[in-house]
C-alpha cells in the first residue's frame, strides 16, 4: 500500500504558516529572502511559527545568494539560536568552488545540531557529481532527506535522475529521502508516485500571487489532493 505523500511547504512568516498547515501540509521550509533563494530566517520567525502551527519545520541555515558556506562560524551560531527558539530540524548544504561537497564546512554545521534532522538542499543540482556527493555524506548524522529537482535548470529537465535515483533506495548513499522541488508542477506527481517518489516541496505553486503574496490555503490543498487522490488510485483495485 503507497504510503501519504509527504507535502512541505516554504513559509516566510506566521501567516504563511498558518495557512501552509491548514491547506494540508506536513512539513514547512522557513527561510527568508527568496530573491536570493531563501536565507535563514531570525530566531524570532522561527520562534512565532512554532508557537503558531504544530506541523515540523525545518529552518534553512544560508547566509548568502549561492551554494558558498561563507562564514562557517557564523553558521554555527545561528543553528544555536535557532534551536533556542525551538528550531529541531534544518536545511543546509554547501558546495566548493568545483562543484564538490564543502565536506569540511557540513561537518562543522552538522556537528552543532548534534543529531538533529536535515536536508541537503538543492546544491546537489549543482554538483559536479551527485553520486560522489551522496557517499560523501552517506554517514553524516541526521541527514534524512534530499531535496532536488534532478538538474539545476528543474523538475522538466531532472526527471530521469530523480527516478533513476528513486530506483537506488537503500542503496549505500541512497538512504535518504527524495524530496522533489524546484520547477514542480501538478502534472510531474503521477510520474514521480510511480517511480517511487512519495515527498514534495511548493513554493511559489502555494502562492498564486508570486512571492510578494502569501501562501494560499486553497492552492496548498489543490497539491495535497492531488498527492492524496493519486496515492488512493495506486491502491485502487
Do not use: N
Not at 92 to 106: K, M, Q, S, Y
Not at 180 to 205: K, M, S, T
Amino acid at each position: 500500500m503507497s504510503k501519504r505523500a509527504v507535502l512541505e511547504v516554504i513559509a516566510l512568516d506566521v501567516e504563511d504558516a498558518v495557512a501552509a498547515q491548514a491547506g494540508g501540509a506536513d512539513r514547512l521550509e522557513l527561510v527568508t529572502e527568496m530573491a536570493a533563494d531563501g536565507l535563514t530566517p531570525s530566531p524570532r520567525t522561527v520562534a512565532g511559527i512554532r508557537a503558531a502551527v504544530d506541523i515540523d519545520l525545518r529552518v534553512m541555515l544560508r547566509l548568502a545568494d549561492g551554494f558558498a558556506a561563507g562564514d562557517v562560524e557564523r553558521l554555527v551560531r545561528c543553528a544555536g539560536e535557532l534551536r533556542e527558539a525551538g528550531a529541531d530540524q534544518f536545511v543546509l548544504g554547501f558546495l566548493e568552488a568545483g562543484g564538490g561537497v564543502d565536506l569540511a564546512a557540513v561537518e562543522r554545521v552538522v556537528g552543532a545540531l548534534d543529531g538533529c534532522a536535515w536536508t541537503f538542499h538543492r546544491a546537489i543540482d549543482r554538483a559536479a557529481d551527485r553520486d560522489a556527493l551522496r557517499k560523501q555524506l552517506a554517514d553524516l548524522p541526521g541527514l534524512d532527506t534530499y531535496l532536488t529537482a534532478g538538474a539545476a535548470e528543474g523538475v522538466d529537465e531532472g526527471l530521469p535522475t530523480l527516478i533513476a535515483e528513486a530506483g537506488h533506495g537503500g542503496e549505500p548513499g541512497y538512504e535518504q529521502q527524495i524530496l522533489v522541488g524546484g520547477g514542480l508542477r501538478l502534472d510531474h506527481v503521477p510520474r514521480l508516485r510511480a517511480g517511487g517518489i512519495e515527498a514534495f516541496h511548493i513554493g511559489g505553486a502555494a502562492r498564486p500571487d508570486g512571492w510578494e503574496g502569501p501562501v494560499s490555503v486553497e492552492a496548498v490543498a489543490r497539491w495535497r489532493a492531488e498527492l492524496d487522490g493519486d496515492a488512493a488510485q495506486e491502491v485502487s483495485p
